[in-house]
T-cell receptor, first 110, second 112 residues
Framework: EDQVTQSPEALRLQEGESSSLNCSYT??????LFWYRQDPGKGPEFLFT???AGEEKEKERLKATLTKKESFLHITAPKPEDSATYLC???????????FGTGTSLTVIP | NAGVTQTPKFQVLKTGQSMTLQCAQD?????MSWYRQDPGMGLRLIHY???????DQGEVPNGYNVSRSTTEDFPLRLLSAAPSQTSVYFC???????????FGSGTRLTVV
């Protein structure tokens, strides 16, 4: 069964305390893995796409990496404005469907 | 550039009523989708379209209809609202299916 699992469900960090969010997936034939940020009451905002194992993408304090079975979103020295829910999604080589995880709710405390 | 525009932002319906959620994008994106987001369930695909005149079902299509007569517009119709359709609905578009989506700001629907 195609599945995307994110962990932890919730994460509280002190400002400046680096950490990682995990997205593990079980799909046959990955076309791409996507990371989004979602603020309360808003639609998800696209962050990164990763296409193959070993690929890395960076944006400010965020760095996404991909292996054959999981992706990590590393947050370096987070700030309170990084507080949000982070979603990952995968797309298979066949079909047009994206499979979303349930997200990790990140809170960064000043 | 407006991106993806959804209307209305909030709606309360009585059981059995019908309504249309509007979605419009001004980026000339071919690919458009409707998702619902429920606590603990993640985003689930309702219907999608790969171009004008072409639509297909997603994971949870029952109780919903779509059409795509133009590239810009992709309305979602609730045929006979049920309390189980209480959710937040998001419309999204992308240039092609394997690029990242641009999401609208959502419609919060309550069915009583």
């Amino acid at each position: 069964e195609d599945q995307v699992t994110q962990s932890p469900e919730a994460l509280r960090l002190q400002e400046g305390e680096s950490s990682s969010l995990n997205c593990s997936y079980t799909v046959s034939g990955l076309r791409g893995l996507f990371w989004y940020r979602q603020d309360p009451g808003k639609g998800p905002e696209f962050l990164f796409t990763l296409y193959s194992a070993g690929e890395e993408k960076e944006k400010e304090r965020l760095k996404a990496t991909l292996t054959k079975k999981e992706s990590f979103l590393h947050i370096t020295a987070p700030k309170p404005e990084d507080s949000a829910t982070y979603l990952c999604a995968v797309r298979k080589n066949t079909g047009n469907q994206f499979y979303f995880g349930t997200g990790t709710s990140l809170t960064v405390i000043p | 550039n407006a991106g993806v525009t959804q209307t209305p932002k909030f709606q309360v319906l009585k059981t059995g009523q019908s309504m249309t959620l509007q979605c419009a994008q001004d980026m000339n994106h071919e690919y458009m989708s409707w998702y619902r987001q429920d606590p603990g369930m993640g985003l689930r695909l309702i219907h999608y379209s790969v171009g004008a005149g072409i639509t297909d079902q997603g994971e949870v299509p029952n109780g919903y209809n779509v059409s795509r007569s133009t590239t810009e517009d992709f309305p979602l119709r609730l045929l006979s609202a049920a309390p189980s359709q209480t959710s937040v609905y998001f419309c999204a578009s992308s240039p092609q299916g394997h690029y990242g989506y641009t999401f609208g700001s959502g419609t919060r629907l309550t069915v009583v």
